[in-house]
């Protein structure tokens, strides 16, 4: 069953400092996608990144990349010279195809990010 | 930009209430989404569309059913709302039916069942 899976509840970095947060999937199917996803105390979901599973070069964004490692089934966002405005929730997240029209979205449990200053 | 609508940020009905959590898009996607958010749980799919009149079951149906009469709108039904449906409520939509295709959300709705 497909599945996504992010071990850390909250973390702490210091403001300027680089991030990693973590997340590992599962499933059988050879075309995928990953997503990242920011959520702020407002509760809007931001989208952040994207990586499909035959892209050849890390996702990147900005300060956000992508660390994807196929062969491991993960997919960790880092972050760059974090900022006071990053403090938020973060969910990983894959989709997946249902009877050949994709888009279905599974997430995890989401990781809260608060950056010090 | 895509912009996602949802009808209320913040909802408190009574246990038995008819709910309805209405939500519109602006950038003509055949795709839209309902998700519940639990804290510890992440987002959970309840129902998604593919085209008008279209609907399929996502994860956690139970309790909930949807109507998709126009293309933009996109409705989420609590027949008879119970204080286990307490929770936040985002709506989502997407372009196309493709992997590559980015959900886009709405700021939720946070539904208090009393």
């Known amino acids: 069953a497909q599945k996504i899976t992010q071990t850390q509840p909250g973390m702490f970095v210091q403001e300027k400092e680089a991030v990693t947060l973590d997340c590992t999937y599962d499933?059988?199917?050879?075309?995928?996608?990953l997503f990242w996803y920011k959520q702020p105390s407002s509760g809007e979901m931001i989208f952040l990144i994207y990586q499909g599973s035959y892209d050849q070069q890390n996702a990147t964004e900005g300060r956000y990349s992508l660390n994807f490692q196929k062969a491991r089934k993960s997919a960790n966002l880092v972050i760059s010279a974090s900022q006071l405005g990053d403090s938020a929730m973060y969910f990983c997240a894959m989709d997946i195809r249902v009877d050949n029209q994709g888009g279905k979205l599974i997430f995890g449990q989401g990781t809260e990010l608060s950056v010090k200053p | 930009d895509v912009k996602v609508t949802q009808s209320s940020r913040y909802l408190v009905k009574r246990t038995g209430e008819k709910v309805f959590l209405e939500c519109v898009q602006d950038?003509?996607?055949?795709?839209m989404f309902w998700y519940r958010q639990d804290p510890g749980l992440g987002l959970r799919l309840i129902y998604f569309?593919?085209?008008?009149?279209?609907?399929e079951k996502g994860d956690i149906p139970e309790g909930y059913s949807v109507s998709r009469e126009k293309k933009e709108r996109f409705s989420l039904i609590l027949e008879s709302a119970s204080t286990n449906q307490t929770s936040m409520y985002l709506c989502a939509s997407s372009p196309s039916g493709s992997t590559a295709d980015t959900q886009y959300f709405g700021p939720g709705t946070r539904l208090t069942v009393l």
């Open positions: 499933t059988s199917d050879p075309s995928y996608g």
């Open positions: 569309s593919y085209d008008v009149k279209m609907k």
């Open positions: 950038m003509d996607h055949e795709n």
